[in-house]
């Protein structure tokens, strides 16, 4: 019996992996299962590369967590997804206070993205690394979400991100991320045509991440026709943040559809050669933002509290 990160590659695809928050690193079990390439053959920081840690205050980086993560991903021989450069949330709040003119404002996404992607630079650390590089710029209807970035500066503001990040590391993949872009809706619309805009005006982009923050029962029917045209457009997809939420507490039935729900994601991402790999928002259901987010709900992971597998592990093994 084959482990998650081996199947995915048997798969043809290129990790399958996990996000983790710092502080959990100092949970020695919780560590150790981390570190398996067999399960993981790919991390990402869930917090510590957002805007508000890692420039705090203007011009002033700290990438003491990111950093952490970076060399864990290192000696485990693991990928590495970079999040986020540009998002309004967990945004440093000078960004917002400073009323910048649209010059400035361009200037101080050239600065943060442009530092942050040299910083990890894929020929200095050997790593393959993606960037997030705009996080959830649409509202579910497909309009732009009204960010400090899209009222100062129009959608000009993915060119500038997109350009400064190639320049920063011309190697790494860059990528748009979204949640609820799973299936074919308004929202997978706006990405499909603003990516085709993009491509067509030769601005760099690799990559559609659709984060995958999923309900039980609920999983979209679309997904595969859905990531089909993305393909077609001439981008990859990734499954960024996988969690599938349900409402406490959990019984044997529910853990059964999550096995079958993880399974139906899982297999879509297989079907779709340009589907490249998966990540799950956290392993745990120790440590999942899920309870703390959406009241009454929880278990969306493959692990449970006590770091045990669940059905939906063997679910995710078996689409594989
Ligand atoms: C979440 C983290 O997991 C939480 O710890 C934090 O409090 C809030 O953000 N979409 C994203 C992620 O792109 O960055 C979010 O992560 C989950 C939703």
């Known amino acids: 019996f084959a482990q998650l990160?081996?199947?995915?590659?048997?798969?043809?695809?290129?990790?399958?992996?996990?996000?983790v928050d710092n502080p959990a690193l100092s949970d020695v079990p919780y560590r150790r299962q981390l570190s398996n390439w067999l399960d993981f053959g790919q991390i990402?920081?869930?917090n510590t590369l957002k805007w508000e840690t890692v420039e705090a205050q203007r011009?002033?980086?700290n990438f003491t967590g990111g950093d952490e993560i970076l060399a864990l991903a290192k000696r485990n021989k693991q990928l590495v997804r970079g999040h986020t450069c540009v998002w309004h949330s967990?945004?440093?709040?000078?960004?917002?206070?400073?009323n910048f003119s649209a010059k400035e404002l361009t200037k101080i996404i050239e600065d943060h993205c442009g530092t942050i992607v040299r910083h990890y630079r894929g020929d200095i650390c050997k790593q393959q690394v993606h960037w997030d590089v705009v996080n959830e710029a649409f509202e579910d209807d497909g309009t732009f979400r009204q960010t400090v970035f899209?009222?100062?500066l129009g959608k000009q503001y993915f060119e500038t991100a997109l350009r400064v990040a190639r320049k920063a590391d011309p190697k790494t993949k860059l990528y748009l991320n979204d949640y609820n872009v799973e299936g074919l809706n308004a929202k997978s619309d706006a990405y499909y045509n603003l990516i085709k805009e993009l491509k067509a005006k030769k601005v760099?982009?690799?990559g559609f991440g659709v984060q995958g923050h999923l309900i039980l029962g609920r999983v979209p029917t679309t997904i595969k026709e859905n990531f089909q045209r993305f393909a077609d457009l001439g981008v990859?997809?990734?499954?960024?943040?996988?969690?599938?939420?349900?409402?406490?507490?959990?019984?044997?039935?529910k853990l059964e559809q999550q096995k079958k729900d993880y399974e139906t994601v899982i297999a879509a991402c297989?079907?779709?050669k340009r589907c490249i790999g998966v990540t799950i928002w956290d392993y745990t259901d120790k440590y999942s933002w899920v309870p703390s987010w959406f009241e009454g709900e929880g278990a969306a992971l493959p692990w449970d509290e006590d770091l045990k597998k669940k059905p939906a592990y063997y679910g995710i093994a078996k689409a594989w």
């Open 59 to 61: 011009g002033v980086f």
């Open 90 to 98: 967990q945004l440093a709040p000078w960004v917002e206070a400073g």
């Open 150 to 152: 899209y009222k100062t």
């Open 270 to 272: 297989k079907a779709v």
């Open 236 to 253: 990859d997809i990734a499954i960024t943040e996988l969690d599938i939420r349900m409402e406490l507490p959990v019984t044997p039935e």
């Open 5 to 19: 990160n081996v199947l995915a590659k048997l798969a043809g695809k290129q990790y399958f992996g996990s996000a």
């Open 204 to 206: 760099p982009i690799d």
């Open 44 to 46: 990402t920081a869930s």
